[in-house]
């Protein structure tokens, strides 16, 4: 008599559908309402309601469970979601949700491993159609529905079922682009998206392989942009430091300075490979405090010059109209300059040392000019040897002579002594090549 009774449900749900399936195209065709469907599936769950309650033990509570999973997940599939009452859609999909749910918990202890397998593969087919369904829907209600299915499932008993791991998938994803649209007035919304991309490997049957390539990627992007928010923040942190201690403080604290640098370091590293201009501005940041606080000018100069190195990757962007990219600029212009004037001015100092240093050398350098280029070289050779290994004097034969000169000129150039970091023997050398240079244009 149960055989009888459960035949006789399992016929009357596959003729439930069957039915609905032919009234819907009917509908389709002759653009009927859709009274007929509605009145059979009150019907059909009218009929199962009374087989749950009349269910004497597990094994039948499962099977009426199933039963109404079933004709819950037809009846969403089998509507037009784009026009279906948003109530009512959320009520079928907590009674299919909670009989599958149900059904998998009476008969985890009665059922075969087959049936059971058969309930996971219906709950997936069933999630799996939702997700392509709601593709026709606005990303809002995307979002709300895929949360509220969420939410099903996780009062339920089922585990392991890549549908709902897809689900959390794609919440994440979807979270992910509305937080990239907003991210310039709601930057926190991307600390939404880590926490479903979790639970969709809570869910997945095999995590390590459950669509690594899109995770992977999407981390990344999640990663990215809390990286850029954090570093923005940092040095908004930094900045606000500052000008309030400069402004209610009478003297400097030191230990509020170095608070202040260490933020905008933090800002650095945060955004480093991940915002170039984050990084740029909190090197300009960090400059000005090195400059105007601490007056470590050099220091600051490294960190204006990366600065400007930064911004000037982003090219074509015009960036002359940020006061930040202009400042850096012009100190880094300034310093350089200065530095030029300051070298030269050491420069000729030097020179001048030297000169008087080296007065006997230079006027027997002068006589031996005088009497030839070939005197002139035995004696260069000979008392000021070149310190570049294996620097020879080549032949002084009138066919081979030009090419000497041209080579004691390449052994004694100023630009090849900077290795010996010797100043007095860079100036000698200097002196040696400018009468070399003479003797070589008048063998021409």
């Known amino acids: 008599q149960l055989i009888s009774v459960r035949l ?91 009989s599958y749910g149900s059904a998998f918990r009476f008969g985890r202890t009665t059922k075969s491993e087959e049936w059971l397998t058969s309930i996971n593969r219906q709950i997936n087919d069933f999630v799996y159609d939702c997700c392509a369904s709601f593709l026709m829907l606005p990303t809002e209600e995307r979002l709300r529905v895929f949360h509220f299915i ?99 403080d009478e003297h400097l604290n030191m230990d509020v300075i170095w608070t202040i640098i260490d933020k905008f370091r933090e800002a650095i590293l945060l955004a480093k490979e991940h915002d170039i201009e984050g990084e740029a501005r909190a090197c300009h940041h960090t400059a000005v405090v090195y400059e105007k606080v601490l007056k470590m000018t050099d220091t600051a100069y490294n960190y204006h010059l990366r600065c400007i190195t930064l911004a000037q990757t982003l090219v074509p962007r015009n960036l002359t109209t940020h006061d930040w990219y202009v400042i850096s600029s012009s100190f880094v212009e300034e310093y350089r300059a200065k530095k030029v004037y300051e070298e030269e001015a050491v420069n000729e100092e030097l020179k001048k040392k030297f000169r008087i240093e080296l007065a006997l050398e230079l ?68 002196e040696i090549t400018k009468i070399l240079n003479i003797k070589y244009g008048l063998l021409d």
């Open 8 to 98: 006789s449900l399992q016929q009357f749900l596959t003729s439930f559908i069957r039915e609905s399936k032919e009234e819907a195209w009917q509908n389709s065709q002759h653009r009927l309402g859709d009274t007929g469907s509605k009145g059979r599936f009150t019907d059909a769950l009218k009929y199962y309601n009374q087989a749950l309650n009349t269910s004497v033990n597990d094994d039948e509570r499962a099977s009426a469970y199933k039963n109404l999973g079933v004709l819950f997940a037809y009846q969403i599939t089998s509507s037009d979601i784009q026009s279906v009452n948003r109530k009512e859609l959320d009520y079928n999909l907590k009674e299919c949700i909670t």
């Open 150 to 248: 969420a939410n099903c499932f996780e009062r339920t008993d089922l585990k392991k079922l890549d549908s709902v791991a897809t689900v959390y998938y794609s919440l994440g994803q979807l979270t992910f682009e509305k937080a990239v649209k907003y991210f310039k007035d709601e930057p926190r919304l991307i600390y939404d998206c880590q926490p479903y991309l979790d639970r969709a490997l809570y869910w997945a049957c095999e995590p390590d392989s459950f669509r690594s390539t899109d995770l992977e990627e999407l981390r990344s992007s999640i990663l990215l942009h809390q990286c850029v928010h954090e570093s923005a923040n940092a040095r908004r942190i930094g900045v606000r430091i500052l000008k309030e201690h400069l402004e209610n």
């Open 363 to 430: 006027k027997e350098l002068d006589k031996k000019a005088e009497k030839g280029i070939c005197e002139f070289l035995e004696h260069i050779y000979n008392k000021y040897p070149p310190r570049k290994a294996g620097a020879t004097m080549g032949s002084t034969d009138s066919n081979e002579l030009s090419k000497t000169v041209k080579k004691a000129i390449l052994h004694y150039h100023p630009d090849s002594q900077s290795t010996f970091n010797d100043a007095k023997w860079t100036f000698l050398c200097t």
